[in-house]
C-alpha cells in the first residue's frame, strides 16, 4: 500500500499557496481550504492617544514614569520663568511638596485661558515660542500637553491637575476614551477665593498670586511607613530622589541670578534669594535675529503667521512682520530689505505659490534681512557671570580658594564678517562653567549642575560634544573629578538654537565642538 502523500506547490506570485492536494485515510482526494489570510484593514488612530499611556508620555517627556515629578518640576518652572522675564518681571517661583502633589507658582503675567484650552486640544500645539528662534527655556509647546495627562497615568483614581491663574482656577482631569482612542479631558472651572489672592499679596499690597499656579495632584498611599508617594522611588523618606529634587530647583538658582526660588520640601524650607534682580539677559520678548534662522526656520515662523491670520481674518504686510527682528525696528532699513527682496508692500500671504510656501523667496527674503543687519554679540544673551556663581557655590560649602569660573565665547573673527555668506550663519553663545571643592570632611559624591538656556536639566544633557563624541562625564574624569570627589561642577550653554536629540529636551546637540 503506497503511503500517504502531500503535494506540495510553489507558491504563487501573491505569495498564497494555492490548493494541496493529499490524500485522505479514506483515499479519496480532497481540496484544502487555503490557509487564513489576513486583509489587514488601515486603522486612523487619532494622535491624541501620543499622549494617554505611560509608555507614549515616557517619550514624549523622554524620563521614566518615576521621573515625571521632575518633569513637571522642570517643565512648570520654566514656563514660569520665561513668562516672568517676558513680562519683565524678576521671577520669584515658590514650590511645594507634599505626600498628594507638588506645587509651582510665580508672580508672572498668568497662564492666559485660551492657551490652557489649546493646551488641552492634543491635535494641536500651542505656544508661543515654538515657532521663533531663540534663547528661551521653552521651545517645542509641548510640555504643558504632557504634564495635563500625567496624574491621571500615575493615579488612575485621583490625579488630577489644578492650574490657577486670571482669578480662576482650573481642576482638569484628562483620560482617554479607549474605544475612540480620543482625548476626554474635564475642566472644572471655580473663582479663586479672593482671600486666597490676598493671602499671598508681598507687603499687603500687590497680590502675588497674580501669576500662575500648576498643582500637580494624586491620591498619596498609606502604608506601614506613612503617608509615600505612588511609586516607592519617590518615597521622599528613602532613596535620592529628594536630593534630585532639591538639585534640580537649586539648578534654576544657580543659573538665574535674578530669580528668587523658595521650596517647601515636606514642611522643610529652603530658600535662594536673588542675587541681582536687575540682571541683565537676552529675553524672551527681545526681538530675534534674522542670522539665529536658516531657511526651513523662516518659512516654519513664516507659515505660522499665515495660518494664525487665517483664523483671525487678518494677513499682514510683510514690512510689518520685519519689524519683529532685532535690526528692523527702524522703517528705513526695513525698506531696504523689503526692496532688496523685491517686496515692496507685498502681504505674507503672497509667499504662498500654489498651496506651498515660496521657498525661493523667502530665502531671499531672509538673505536681505541678513544683509542689512548685523549678527548679535554673544555677550548680548548675558552671562551669568562669576560673582553670582561663586555666591551660590560658596553658600554650597565650597572652598573659597578652590572656585574657578571659566567663559567661552565664539571666536571673535566669526563675528566679524568677511563675507555677506559668513556674516548669515553667525549664531552666537555663551558657555560658562564654574567649579569647586567641598573639602575634605564633605560627602565623597560629586555635583554636577548642567543646562542650556537658564534651564536645569533632569540629567546631564552634554553626553557628548562636537564631533569627537566625548561627553561631561568623560572630561570630568580626565580633570580627576570622578563620581567620588566631593566636587561642585557647573556648566550652562546659552544658544539661540540649541537642538535636542529628543522631545524630553534630555540630550542636546552642541554644534562644532569648540
Ligand atoms: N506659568 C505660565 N505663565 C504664563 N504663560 C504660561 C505659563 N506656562 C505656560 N505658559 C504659556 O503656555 C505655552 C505652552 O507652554 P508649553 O510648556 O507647553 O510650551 P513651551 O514652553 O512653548 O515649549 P516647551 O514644550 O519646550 O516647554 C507657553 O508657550 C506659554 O505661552
Ligand atoms: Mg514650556
Not at 517676558?86 to 511645594?96: L, N, R, S, Y
Request: net charge positive; aromatic share 8%.
Amino acid at each position: 500500500m503506497s503511503k500517504p502523500t502531500t503535494t506540495k506547490r510553489p507558491a504563487s506570485a501573491d505569495g498564497a499557496e494555492k490548493v494541496k492536494s493529499r490524500a485522505p485515510a479514506n483515499g479519496k482526494k480532497q481540496a484544502l481550504r487555503p490557509p487564513p489570510k489576513l486583509a489587514r484593514t488601515t486603522f486612523t488612530t487619532s494622535r491624541e492617544m501620543d499622549f494617554f499611556s505611560e509608555r507614549e508620555l515616557v517619550t514624549q517627556t523622554g524620563h521614566e514614569i518615576g521621573e515625571w515629578p521632575l518633569v513637571f518640576l522642570k517643565e512648570t518652572i520654566d514656563n514660569a520663568m520665561d513668562a516672568c522675564e517676558e513680562a519683565g518681571i524678576p521671577p520669584i517661583i515658590e514650590i511645594a511638596a507634599d505626600a498628594a502633589g507638588i506645587t509651582v507658582r510665580d508672580n508672572g503675567p498668568g497662564l492666559p485661558g485660551e492657551t490652557l484650552k489649546a493646551a488641552l486640544d492634543f491635535t494641536v500645539r500651542a505656544s508661543n515660542r515654538e515657532a521663533y528662534i531663540s534663547p528661551c527655556r521653552g521651545a517645542q509647546g509641548n510640555a504643558l500637553k504632557t504634564i495635563l495627562p500625567m496624574p491621571r497615568i500615575i493615579d488612575a483614581d485621583h490625579g488630577r491637575l489644578i492650574v490657577s491663574a486670571h482669578g480662576k482656577r482650573h481642576v482638569i482631569t484628562c483620560g482617554a476614551c479607549p474605544i475612540s482612542q480620543r482625548a476626554v479631558p474635564h475642566d472644572d472651572v471655580t473663582e479663586v477665593p479672593k482671600s486666597k489672592k490676598r493671602a499671598s499679596g508681598r507687603n499687603g499690597k500687590a497680590s502675588f498670586f497674580s501669576g500662575t499656579e500648576m498643582r500637580i495632584e494624586w491620591g498619596p498611599r498609606d502604608d506601614d511607613y506613612g503617608v509615600v508617594w505612588p511609586f516607592d522611588e519617590l518615597n521622599p523618606q528613602s532613596g535620592d530622589f529628594p536630593e534630585r529634587f532639591r538639585m534640580m530647583v537649586e539648578g534654576f538658582a544657580i543659573f538665574n541670578p535674578h530669580a528668587a526660588i523658595r521650596l517647601d520640601w515636606f514642611g522643610e524650607s529652603r530658600e535662594w534669594k536673588a542675587t541681582n534682580p536687575a540682571w541683565e539677559k537676552w529675553r524672551p520678548d527681545k526681538p530675534t535675529s534674522p542670522h539665529w534662522y536658516e531657511p526651513r526656520h523662516l518659512e516654519r515662523l513664516i507659515g505660522a503667521y499665515i495660518v494664525h491670520g487665517r483664523d483671525h481674518g487678518t494677513d499682514r504686510l510683510v514690512s510689518e512682520f520685519l519689524a519683529e527682528f532685532d535690526g528692523l525696528s527702524g522703517s528705513r532699513n526695513r525698506a531696504k530689505v523689503l526692496e532688496d527682496a523685491g517686496m515692496l508692500r507685498a502681504k505674507l500671504s503672497e509667499l504662498v505659490a500654489g498651496g506651498r510656501l515660496d521657498s525661493d523667496r523667502i530665502g531671499r527674503l531672509l538673505s536681505a534681512m541678513q544683509r542689512c543687519t548685523r549678527p548679535v554679540k554673544p555677550q548680548r544673551l548675558g552671562f551669568i557671570g562669576e560673582d553670582h556663581l561663586k555666591a551660590r557655590l560658596l553658600a554650597m560649602g565650597v572652598q573659597p580658594d578652590s572656585f574657578t569660573y571659566k567663559r567661552r565665547l565664539p571666536p571673535k573673527s566669526k563675528n566679524r564678517a568677511s563675507s555677506p555668506d559668513e556674516k548669515a550663519c553667525f549664531v552666537p553663545w555663551v558657555l560658562e562653567s564654574a567649579f569647586g571643592w567641598l573639602g575634605p570632611a564633605a560627602n565623597d559624591r560629586r555635583r554636577i549642575y548642567s543646562g542650556a538656556n537658564w534651564s536645569a536639566a533632569i540629567k546631564n544633557p552634554f553626553r557628548s560634544f562636537g564631533t569627537t563624541g566625548e561627553g561631561l562625564e568623560a572630561t570630568l574624569t580626565e580633570m580627576r573629578a570622578g563620581r567620588n570627589e566631593p566636587i561642585v561642577f557647573v556648566l550652562h550653554l546659552a544658544h539661540p538654537r540649541v537642538e535636542y536629540t529628543d522631545r524630553g529636551k534630555s540630550a542636546l546637540i552642541v554644534e562644532g565642538g569648540s
